[in-house]
């Protein structure tokens, strides 16, 4: 079974700068994509950013030009490098790996933006 864990949350202050890392493990075929989600208190899960297998990025509409998604191919670490943080950002991330249709998840990191 894939494994995937976050790691790198934690308390803030607007405007200060956190990265979230994502280990996937167990691997034995190819990802197709690794992504960030959200979940805010109260509200839905919802995608931050995504990278392909091929390097393509896509980011949500409020956190581009302030987040950046990269990842390291070989050992299957995603990161997301957060700057000018937001108390809106305040949520559990979650890292996503899916493989040909098949979703796996974290268990979710507490990013907590407060002055």
């Known amino acids: 079974q894939v494994q995937v864990a976050e790691s790198g949350g934690g308390l803030v202050q607007p405007g200060e700068s956190l990265r979230l890392s994502c280990a996937a493990s167990?691997?034995?075929?190819?990802?197709?994509?690794m992504a960030w989600y959200r979940q805010a208190p109260g509200k839905g899960r919802e995608l931050v950013a995504e990278?392909?297998?091929?390097?393509?990025?896509k980011y949500s509409g409020s956190v581009k030009g302030r987040f950046t998604i990269s990842k390291i191919n070989a050992n299957y670490t995603m990161y997301l490098q957060m700057s000018d943080l937001k108390v809106e950002d305040t949520a559990v991330y979650f890292c996503?790996?899916?493989?040909?249709?098949?979703?796996?998840w974290g268990q979710g990191t507490q990013v907590t933006v407060s002055s």
């Open positions: 996503n790996v899916d493989i040909s249709g098949y979703q796996f």
């Open positions: 990278v392909s297998s091929g390097g393509k990025t």
């Open positions: 167990r691997i034995f075929v190819a990802i197709d994509t």
